[in-house]
Structures are given as C-alpha cells and as structure tokens.
C-alpha cells in the first residue's frame, strides 16, 4: 500500500472507467478486493464466466462500479495484447538483424579498408627501405 504514487497508473485507470473496461484478466478490483471467477445466473448467459470484485460478489451488489469482466472478453484481450506484443517483439528482432547486418558489412568494409591502406603503405616503406639499402 506504501507505492501508490508509483505503480497507480492501472488502479487509477480502473478506477477512473470503472466497471466493464478492464483490460486483460483483472487481477484486483480498485477497492483491494480480489477478483472472483464466477458464473452469472442470467438467463441471457447462463454459463458465461465472469471475474468478479470478491466484495462486490459478497455483497452481491448490482449496477456498481466494482470489477466485472467477462472471462472469454478477459482472455481475449489477453491473447490480443500477447500478440500485439509478439508482433512488436519481431519488428524489433528484424530491425536488430538489420543493423546487426549494416554494422557487420560496415566493419567488413572497414577492415578491408584498413588492409588495402595497410598495403600501400607497406609498398611505400618497402620502396623506401629498398632505395636506402640501394
Ligand atoms: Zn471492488
């Protein structure tokens, strides 16, 4: 409870659009409870799951602001974000690649560079050794 001004961004997000629109699987409800996996006696859904904040089921408050998700719409997002993520995760391996690619010809280069320089002046000192010895 000490950090709450450095890791309050989610719980205020929560709190601030309450019920219905968290994101992914909630892990707790704004209010500290944790969050329940129920089933939801509708008749519009009678098997659907549902987390649910562990106070408002205890309760068993209606129309509050409490978390409620929809566990196939929790997991949905889940699998959303992970691949969203996955996604992210490959664009930066094949930028990675690339430059590691562009460095590696770069140094390539280089070396080269460095060799053929290396060379002529080798032929400078070797031609320069060669008159003073002559
Ligand atoms: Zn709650």
Known sequence: MSNVSGDSSCASNVRERGRGTVVGVPKRCWCGEAIVAK??????????????????????????????????????????????????????????????????KELFERVEDAKSELKARMKVISRLLSDCLL
């Not at 509050?64 to 490959?90: C, G, M």
């Open 39 to 104: 089933n939801l006696k509708s008749e519009s859904n009678p098997c659907r799951r549902n987390f649910r904040c562990g106070y408002a089921t205890a309760k068993k408050l209606m129309n509050d602001d409490h978390v409620f998700k929809w566990v196939d719409e929790a997991l949905l997002d889940e699998v959303e974000s992970f691949s969203v993520q996955t996604v992210k995760l490959q664009m930066e391996m094949e930028i990675e690649k690339k430059m590691q690619m562009e460095l590696e």
